[in-house]
């Protein structure tokens, strides 16, 4: 019981950022979507259970994350409710897997793959390893990640300029309707009101609210990173 008990909630076992677990957390994650990718072809006849298993597990993930809040005593209107970044695009991918939504996709792509990147090097997460928090938060962002990988791999599904644009004003008309709300319940979703307090991204932009500002102007850049390996492609039907 004591064993069920640490692995359900043991705050005094802490996350500590770049340590040997965080470490090869990384690698594994990075691992397993180099293998994937390597064997993708191997994969396409699975692709529709791949595919619906890892929208169903998102959706999983989530409903276990809200159930672990209550049964902790953790939950609370001001973090607990799925309003951030990555917590959003988890939902929005689930959706897209299970739908094959393609404007879902091109929104997943920038947002979820450059918003979990980022929370999976320098995570905003209390709980180290083996508890459940830390496996919750590192499996949501590798299938946050993988979801519209599978669809690019698996489906052929692709991305072009306007997909930028799409993403971009997303995340503008998101972030607008989540600070209505952070101002509402006094929360600070997507981080708008505040930096998180674990170092992060946000450490090197300058104070609030100037960070916003820096903020967008790296969307941009991180979407066009993005956008790289589809700009030979999207260039060649543009120019048909």
Not at 80 to 102: G, Q, Y
Not at 137 to 144: E, I, N
Not at 157 to 170: G, R, V
Request: aromatic share 18%; proline share 5%.
């Amino acid at each position: 019981m004591k064993l069920v008990n640490n692995w359900i909630y043991h705050p005094d076992n802490k996350f500590h950022m770049w340590d040997i677990t965080h470490i090869l957390t990384i690698v594994s994650i990075v691992m397993i979507l180099i293998f994937i990718y390597s064997f993708r072809d191997l994969l396409i006849p699975y692709r529709d259970h791949i595919r619906i298993s890892i929208g169903i597990l998102l959706i999983l993930s989530r409903l276990s994350l809200d159930i672990w809040y209550v049964v902790t005593g953790n939950w609370d209107i001001s973090h607990s409710i799925p309003l951030e970044l990555c917590s959003i695009a988890s939902l929005c991918a689930a959706v897209m897997l299970l739908t094959k939504n393609r404007f879902l996709f091109e929104i997943v792509y920038f947002i979820g793959i450059g918003g979990a990147i980022q929370a999976i090097f320098t995570p905003n997460l209390l709980f180290g390893f083996p508890q459940f928090r830390y496996i919750q938060f590192f499996v949501d962002h590798f299938c946050l990640i993988l979801a519209p990988l599978i669809m690019i791999w698996l489906y052929q599904f692709t991305i072009t300029k306007a997909s930028i644009i799409k993403a971009f004003i997303s995340i503008n008309l998101l972030a607008f309707v989540v600070f209505v709300i952070n101002t509402l319940i006094g929360a600070n979703y997507m981080f708008l009101k505040d930096k998180p307090s674990t170092p992060s991204l946000l450490d090197f932009f300058g104070p609030y609210p100037y960070y916003l500002f820096t903020l967008e102007f790296v969307t941009l850049f991180v979407f066009f990173i993005l956008y790289l390996p589809f700009i030979k492609s999207d260039t060649s039907r543009s120019t048909k």
